[in-house]
Each structure stands twice: as C-alpha cells, then as structure tokens.
C-alpha cells in the first residue's frame, strides 16, 4: 500500500527524517511540501526521457529509482522557442514531468481529479508556468494535477520513416501520447495524493482543448478519464486561420521538407542531433498570426491516436460524456493584432479560404482600409475557429454546457482575449484584486470543480445552467453577473 504522510511541516522539504510529505507512488518514493495546508509535489517523471532513439517514439516507462526523489521543484521544461515565462536554461529534452496539488490528508479520502493540459500552439508552454500552479483550485477541495508533454517538431513531427518504423503505423502525435501516459500514470498512482482515480476531469486551454478533442475521439483513452473541460480549443480541419487534426500525408510531407531543409534525411541522423537545435531550426514568423495560420507541427489524423477526423466522430454523435465547451467573446484581439494586410490581399485571403462563400463572408465581414480589415479577422477568428467549434462540439453531445467567458479585464484593453479566463481560473498573481474581478474567479472556480466533483457544475450555484439543446441554445454568460442566455 502506498504511504501518505500528512504531518508535513509547512512551507518547508528539508524536515523529512520521519517522512513528512513522502508518498510511494509505483516507481519509488517521492518527498514534497506543503504550501499553507495544500501538499505540492512538482516534477515527479511519469515516463522516460524521450531522448536518443526514444525520440519520436511513444514514452516509454520510468526506470524505478532508489531512496526518495526530491519533488519540491519543477521538473525542465520541454524545448521550445524561449520566452520570459520560459527560459532556455529551464528546457531539456528530458522534460516528461507533472506536478500535482492535493488538499487531502488521507488515502481514503477519494477526492475528485483535475488534470490541465495546457496550451500554446503545440510549440510552447509547460504545467509549471506560474499561472498554472494549482493551489487556489485545490484549495476547493480537488486533487490538480499539471503536465508537460513533448511540442513543436519533437512532438508532433510525422513523417514516412517514423509509420514504417511504427508497429501502428503512426507518424506523429506524441505529444498526445505523452498526455495518454501522464493520464495513465494518474490512474496508477493519484489514489497515494487522495485522488479517486475513477473520477478525473481533463481540461484544458487552447491548443490543450483542442488536444482534449482528439483524447476524447481516441480509442487509447478508455478508463483514463470520466468528463471534460474545453477552453477555447479548435477543431476545424480546414480553419480560417487555425487549421487541426490535418491528414497525416499532409503533416509527413512537411516532415521530409523540414528534414531536407536542415540538411539531414534519416530519421536515424536527426535523432542524434541537438535537441535545442532541432526546435528552433524553423525560425516562426514574426507576426503571432501568420505564426498560427502557418504551424505545420500539430496533430494529424494518423490512423491510431486520432484513427478519424474529430469533427467528423462529434459530428455522427459518437462522443456523450459529460462535458463544458465555449470561448471567451474576444478571442481575436491578441491572435490577429497583427494581420498587416491589405484590403484586396483581405479579399483574397477570404476567396481563397472560402470560395464561393466568399462573397457571402465579405458582406458579413466587410473591410474598406487595413484597420478594418484587421478587426474584421479578429472577428472571423472569434466566430468561425472558436465560436462555431463550440457550438458544433455542443449540438452534437446531449451531455454539453455550453458557456462564453465575457469578462474584460480591467485596464489590458483587450476584451476577453484568448485565454484571459486562465488567469481568473487559476487565480495568477497577476489577476486584479478589485472585487468584480474576485467574483468572476470565484465562480468560474466554482463552476469548473462543481463539475469535476458531480458531474453537474451548478452545485452551490445560484444560477441554474441548462445543459445545451440546439432548440433553445441556451449557454452560460461568465460574467460580474452570470446569466444563462441565447443567441452564441
């Protein structure tokens, strides 16, 4: 039987001699600490370093180690451009760590899971950013439980040589992979932190919602999870600007252009590489928008970890568990604040994505000068990539609630961008302490681990939140005061 130790001195990890804070999970022992009565444990391995010829592989299995492990810090992040949340003296290819938040003091206890994957375009990000630590949500009683998982070209790169060497005959995706063994790992081991392994909830932001979809249309993710939570994900194959879930022919060919490109042909060369050197060999654009429409390193439908395209699984109503979806109501002012085109390049752009719907869309979206053109793409992005997303994933699934984060957050003069719910859900250092902003974070807290817990996110809500029927459309509006409302 695991060992769970709750006399662990407070803000502290050197008083460990009579085994505060030690917990034995299946590889051996780990220590931790306890931040003001919620027990951390950060950068505990839950697969191997996929370096060597474990690169552009499935994770394998941790080796056991002797004595305790010291999980009192973060774990290294994987590689990725570098940013000021994430320095490159943090990044190493051995980066398959999670880190997990548990108020509970007992085995038994059986609290619910909530277990984040975070976004970032696939090729950045990481669960130990410091928005992401999950003391507040743990502090209402469920177990967190954060992640890192393998991006950009070392973990979404496919290409022929990786399905001829596969046993699945799969190319690319093992950054969703990476989430699977994490997920597994949840379900061996989260009943030593108090955790019910039979009741954990995904969710996840972004890029990380949109991964969500493809766990929840994956015959790989059976038993590993009871509900989710989609913040913000795409879906659509063919996106205005993001485009997900592509065929793998398509995302094998970018992998044989990359690989010509940085000079190496065999998959064998390009796993004895630079780990560092590989990720950033193709420089991003400049502009965060052409950066988005143009990523090529991303999931693909590769016949076994997505054996189908998502929409197509939602679509045929496939998908009934429990789950929350929808978008914040500015998602475009920080993904096309920098579109930079011109009035005829607009019109082209949207004759190229839409045919002969085009003109329809240019009469919903008109732009007579490039300031408008810019609004209007913020638009399009807010509408077709992440609204309709929403509401499609929503119509298709009885099981659904279907909201819109609509608070703007004082003084960033920017709506409620993209992922701004994050910093409310979390509740960041950075979030504004006036009370409006304090009572959005408690309810979206409230509303999110209510769901966890029973399934239901209005327990303790004043407010009753129908579950999402298309003769209604019934969604709830996050806000200083949330209401149910009509018209998405």
């Known amino acids: 039987m695991p060992h769970f130790f709750a006399g662990c001195s407070e803000s502290s990890s050197s008083n460990t001699d009579n ?31 996929p370096t060597g010829d474990l690169r552009w592989r499935p994770p394998a299995e941790v080796e056991p180690w ?120 949840v379900k061996r081991n989260i009943a030593a932190f108090g955790g019910d392994p039979s009741n954990v909830t995904v969710f996840g932001e972004s890029a990380g919602g949109t991964n969500i979809m493809g766990l929840l249309t994956s015959p790989l993710n059976e038993g590993l999870f009871k509900q989710a939570i989609i913040q913000s994900g795409p879906l659509w194959a063919d996106g205005v600007v993001v485009s997900v879930f592509i065929d793998r022919d398509e995302g094998e060919v970018f992998g044989e252009q990359f690989a010509r490109d940085i000079g190496f042909y065999s998959i064998s060369q390009m796993r004895k590489l630079n ?12 502009s965060m928008f052409w950066n988005v429409y143009n990523l090529r390193f991303k999931p693909v439908v590769d016949g076994w970890v997505v054996p189908e395209k998502p929409e197509t699984v939602f679509g045929q109503g496939r998908v ?105 859900l979390f509740r960041d250092t950075f979030m504004p302490s006036d009370q409006a902003s304090l009572a959005v974070s408690g309810t979206l807290m409230d509303l999110w681990t209510g769901f966890a817990k029973t399934g239901d996110p209005n327990s303790g809500m004043n407010v009753n939140w129908p579950k999402y029927s298309s003769a209604t459309g019934e969604y709830l509006d996050i806000n200083v005061n949330t209401s149910v409302k009509t018209g998405y």
């Not at 038994?108 to 630590?133: C, Q, R």
């Not at 177990?143 to 990786?162: E, S």
């Not at 077709?384 to 609509?406: G, M, Q, R, V």
């Open 66 to 185: 002797d004595g305790v492990l010291d999980a009192t810090n973060y774990g290294s992040v994987c590689h990725q451009e570098p940013s000021i949340m994430v320095p490159l003296s943090d990044m190493d290819e051995s980066c398959l760590f999670l880190n997990v938040w548990t108020p509970a003091r007992a085995l038994n206890e059986k609290l619910p899971v909530m277990f984040f994957i975070h976004g970032g375009s696939w090729n950045s990000g990481a669960g130990s950013i410091t928005m992401y630590d999950g003391s507040a949500l743990a502090n209402k009683g469920v177990v967190i439980v954060t992640i890192n998982y393998r991006l950009g070209v070392l973990g979404f790169m496919a290409h022929p040589d990786l399905a001829n060497e596969s046993v699945n005959d799969s190319s690319g995706n093992y950054g969703i992979l990476d989430q699977i063994a994490a997920l597994k790992w």
């Open 320 to 424: 009934s568990i429990p789950l929350i979806i929808g978008s914040n109501s500015d998602e475009g002012t920080i993904l096309a604040a920098d579109v930079n085109m011109t009035v005829s390049e607009y019109e082209q752009f949207i004759t190229d994505h839409f045919g002969s719907d085009a003109p329809e869309v240019l009469a919903r979206y008109p732009a007579a000068s490039p300031s408008e053109v810019q609004a209007q793409m913020e638009l399009i992005l807010r509408d077709y990539d992440y609204a309709d997303a929403a509401i499609f994933i929503a119509e298709s699934n009885p099981n659904t609630y279907l909201y819109k984060f609509s608070y703007v957050t004082p003084k960033a003069g920017l709506g409620a961008f993209h992922g701004s719910e994050l910093i409310y």
């Open 275 to 286: 780990a560092q050197m590989i990720s950033t060999a193709s420089p991003a654009p400049l």
């Open 19 to 49: 085994g505060e804070c030690v917990v034995k999970i299946d590889a051996g022992y780990i220590k931790g600490l306890n931040n003001n009565g919620i027990l951390t444990y950060r950068g505990i391995p839950y697969a191997a370093p």
